[in-house]
């Protein structure tokens, strides 16, 4: 899944005039260790006759209920042990399925006038553009890995000589030929840093994972460029030979799950900090929607299960954690939304903001759930500004 395919999801709306309405619907398989009892489907299938029974009961009818009819149909036929998402929206000619990691949280369905993007928020997050690097002293093999899909973009092979043992008896010919193994090796390394170097300046990737033999790890490392090094979240031990592709995506996606935890952890404890010091970090609901509006926020961090009610102004798209029932901003009724993560999640995903959510975190529970890190602060760089002239 593409940034652009999560944003066409985040910008679409139903046109509510004409009765239209955005169909979203998560699918999560079983463990693999009860996938047997195809309790998945059974599930998945409820889930969507509630659904067309709800929708028969409000009178929603027509286009809706054709998306429903085929969601049902796709529920009846999954296989496998991947996750799914559809969107729908057949009134506006709308219809795009996704196969997912399999940690969605839940089978569910969503029928409200935007896509329902809130687990598919959890689980892309701060995901970066991430390269995994698979090198030994003759190959490297280079992969780009986005939510679980593991795609290999290249490879470079150096064919070593004959290795040194293979010239027989003679202490000079072995000795001769090891240094120049040794040599193609050195070679080889330098040109799998050259294009990971060069790869890296033409925004192919923005972090590393190299995947590589216990024993060839120094060797690789001392080859890295600084800023590339830089990029680098983690390494694991594997056989560039051997290895299967399901291997190193289970092993990279470990590495970096573990790193975007830690980083989220460390981001959340920096915006509070941040907070007190009257810096550049915000929490409490009431302040991230104001840094929201005044386009300061950089991260947004929040505990797992957060959801508040607001009001939207559907005339100028304030959102107020007061339910008020008119805009302050500029007079308009508003519509009250059940959760404020409806509004929230596609403002980050249209700005390109990082959504971290946290399963444990004491002073962001503390903090109301909610914090953000900021970008500068708009009343501080206009004081700045008015200091100066
Ligand atoms: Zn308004």
């Not at 693999?32 to 659904?51: F, L, M």
């Not at 005044?294 to 100028?316: D, K, M, W």
Request: charged share 25%; aromatic share 8%; proline share 3%.
């Amino acid at each position: 899944m593409t940034r652009d395919e999560i944003r066409e999801l985040a910008v679409f709306q139903a046109d509510e005039t004409k009765g239209a309405c955005a169909l979203s619907f998560y699918f999560q398989p079983d463990p693999p260790q009860d996938r047997s009892h195809r309790r998945e489907a059974i599930v998945a299938k409820d889930v969507v006759k509630q659904a067309l029974k709800s929708a028969a009961a409000s009178g929603k009818n027509g286009s809706l209920h054709a998306d429903l009819d085929r969601v049902l149909d796709l529920a009846t036929n999954l296989r496998g042990s991947s996750g799914r998402a559809v969107f729908a929206c057949s009134a506006q000619n709308f219809w795009k399925e996704y196969e997912l990691p399999p940690h969605l949280g839940g089978t569910h369905i969503y029928l409200q006038p935007h896509f329902q993007l809130k687990p598919l928020a959890a689980l892309l997050g701060a995901q970066p553009a991430l390269c995994v690097a698979m090198v030994d002293r003759q190959r490297a093999r280079f992969f780009d890995l986005r939510l679980d899909d593991l795609h290999e973009r290249g490879a470079i092979v150096h064919m070593l000589s004959r290795s040194a043992t293979n010239y027989g008896y003679h202490g000079y010919e072995g000795g001769h030929a090891e240094r120049r193994v040794a040599d193609e090796a050195l070679q080889h390394f330098k040109a799998v840093s050259e294009r990971l170097r060069i790869d890296f300046e033409k925004g192919i990737w923005e972090r590393l994972i190299v995947g590589c033999q216990d024993a060839n790890w120094p060797e690789v490392e001392s080859h890295l460029h600084p800023y590339v090094k830089q990029r680098l979240i983690g390494r694991f031990s594997a056989d560039v030979a051997s290895v299967s592709n399901e291997e190193i995506r289970d092993r990279a996606g470990a590495v970096l799950n573990r790193w975007i935890t830690e980083r989220g952890v460390k981001k959340a404890s920096e915006a509070l900090d941040f907070a007190k010091s009257n810096g550049r970090g915000v929490t409490g609901l009431r302040r991230v929607l104001q840094a929201l509006e005044t386009g300061e926020v950089q991260s947004i961090f929040l505990t797992e299960n957060y959801s508040a009610r607001a009001v939207e102004c559907p005339h100028c798209g304030h959102i107020d954690a007061h339910l008020v029932p008119t805009c302050v901003a500029c007079g308009h009724a508003t519509r009250e939304l059940t959760d404020v993560c409806d509004a929230i999640i596609p403002t980050a995903i249209r700005r390109d903001i990082e959504l971290f959510y946290l399963k444990e975190h004491d002073g962001l529970d503390r903090a109301g759930n909610i914090a953000a890190l900021l970008r500068f602060r708009a009343d501080q760089t206009s004081g700045q500004i008015a200091a100066a002239s």
